[in-house]
């Protein structure tokens, strides 16, 4: 199975700051990287697809990068509502895995 | 809008079963795949399986294979998950979500409590 590595655990940031976000890959997996936000007792909402392509809805500030093993989902001036953990998963190979999420938290 | 509309919560004992609903609207339901995704308390996400509302074609995760069955009813636009030989380790929430080879759209989730 591939394993997505996503770092840091936890990222206390001040709203208004920028921050990027990593998952890593454990092979090369193209651009099937996938990101969602989930806040707290909600459904998991999806971000990006394709590493990089924008989802209609989605505020301009989220974007991502990234192919191969290294991905970034970057988020431009931190809003409140913006605080909460963060996937990416792939879709390159079966069975389709997550990591282990990034938790967004204010400093 | 696209709606996903999962079935409430469910108390099962150990090594019972248990059948989830998820009926879709705001969409054509053969359009997209429905996938089946796993969050166990405080804990990451584990995709399950995937179905393809056309033919019934089906995509599993091997860790769930010989326990999950993943149908779809094109008539009422509902799909289902059964899981069989339930263990403490199935409790969870359980989510719905339509998309093509990703989620997309996600349902509400469902909070699976296995306990005697």
């Known amino acids: 199975d591939i394993v997505l590595t996503q770092s840091p655990a936890t990222l206390s940031v001040t709203p208004g700051e920028s921050v990027s976000l990593s998952c890593r890959a454990s092979q090369g997996i193209g651009t099937t990287i996938h990101w969602y936000q989930q806040k707290s007792n909600e459904s998991p909402r999806l971000l990006i697809k394709?590493?990089?392509q924008s989802i209609s809805g989605i505020p301009s500030r989220f974007s991502g990068s990234g192919s191969g093993t290294d991905f970034t989902l970057s988020i431009n001036r931190v809003e409140s509502e913006d605080f909460s953990v963060y996937y990416c998963q792939q879709t390159y190979s079966l069975p389709f895995t997550f990591g282990s999420g990034t938790k967004l938290e204010i400093k | 809008q696209v709606n996903l509309l999962q079935s409430g919560a469910a108390l099962v004992k150990p090594g019972a079963s248990v059948k989830l609903s998820c009926k879709a609207s705001g969409y054509t339901f053969t359009d997209y795949y429905i996938h089946w995704v796993k969050q166990s308390h405080g804990r990451s996400l584990e995709w399950i399986g995937y179905?393809?509302?056309?033919?019934?074609?089906?995509n599993y995760n091997e860790k769930f294979k010989n326990r999950a069955t993943l149908t779809v009813d094109k008539s009422t636009n509902t799909a289902y998950m059964e899981l069989a030989r339930l263990t403490s380790e199935d409790s969870a929430t359980y989510f719905c979500?339509?998309?093509?080879?990703?989620?997309?759209?996600w349902g509400q989730g469902v909070m699976v409590t296995v306990s005697s």
């Open positions: 979500s339509s998309g093509g080879s990703y989620p997309y759209y």
């Open positions: 179905i393809n509302p056309i033919g019934g074609y089906t």
């Open positions: 394709y590493a990089s």
